[in-house]
T-cell receptor, first 114, second 112 residues
Framework: KQEVTQIPAALSVPEGENLVLNCSFTDSAIYNLQWFRQDPGKGLTSLLLIQSSQREQTSGRLNASLDKSSGRSTLYIAASQPGDSATYLC?????????????FGQGTRLTINP | DGGITQSPKYLFRKEGQNVTLSCEQNLNHDAMYWYRQDPGQGLRLIYYSQIVNDFQKGDIAEGYSVSREKKESFPLTVTSAQKNPTAFYLCASNRGGNYGYTFGSGTRLTVV
């Protein structure tokens, strides 16, 4: 059974710091991994998608890495800003009971203090 | 702009009522999904559909029903059999292959 864990559950840092969010998964047989952002009461916004054959993806100040063999992904946020405050969700796409499904972690709630 | 539209944003249900949540996409995606989000529990899959006129149960389908008569639409009905329906409901779509998922803005359902 695929399980996804995100650590820490919450993180508070001052503005301008670089930070890393962690995601681990128990079954390395994944198709891809997707990082999302969720603002309070809103839907999910896709940040980065990493295919199983890739090691990392970058978008602006965000960089996501994937180490499939160890079941880990990290989301690196450079020069954090108050607008980065949100919950960040990691999800892996795996085959479960004959169908491809997205399995989510419980998220890291990030607060950037001005 | 292409995307997923969920309506209504807020919905209130009385005990014993069925309510239907709307999900419409103009992305031309084949697959559509319904998730439920509860505090501290992450997102759980309710139903999914990979093609028109076909759908499968997810992990927590009891008390819910869906239809997929059109590619663009995947409505979710929360029936009176769902004993704890208060939650945030998210609809998603995917074009297949190894592409990423796109999510709607969600519907918050509250039992009154």
């Amino acid at each position: 059974k695929q399980e996804v864990t995100q650590i820490p559950a919450a993180l508070s840092v001052p503005e301008g710091e670089n930070l890393v969010l962690n995601c681990s998964f128990t079954d390395s047989a994944i198709y891809n991994l997707q990082w999302f952002r969720q603002d309070p009461g809103k839907g999910l916004t896709s940040l980065l998608l990493i295919q199983s054959s890739q090691r990392e993806q970058t978008s602006g100040r965000l960089n996501a890495s994937l180490d499939k063999s160890s079941g880990r992904s990290t989301l690196y946020i450079a020069a954090s800003q108050p607008g980065d405050s949100a919950t960040y969700l990691c999800a892996v796409r795996s085959e479960i009971q004959g169908a491809q499904k997205l399995v989510f972690g419980q998220g890291t709630r990030l607060t950037i203090n001005p | 702009d292409g995307g997923i539209t969920q309506s209504p944003k807020y919905l209130f249900r009385k005990e014993g009522q069925n309510v239907t949540l709307s999900c419409e996409q103009n992305l031309n995606h084949d697959a559509m999904y319904w998730y439920r989000q509860d505090p501290g529990q992450g997102l759980r899959l309710i139903y999914y559909s990979q093609i028109v006129n076909d759908f499968q149960k997810g992990d927590i389908a009891e008390g819910y029903s869906v239809s997929r008569e059109k590619k663009e639409s995947f409505p979710l009905t929360v029936t009176s059999a769902q004993k704890n329906p208060t939650a945030f409901y998210l609809c998603a779509s995917n074009r297949g292959g190894n592409y990423g998922y796109t999510f709607g803005s969600g519907t918050r359902l509250t039992v009154v």
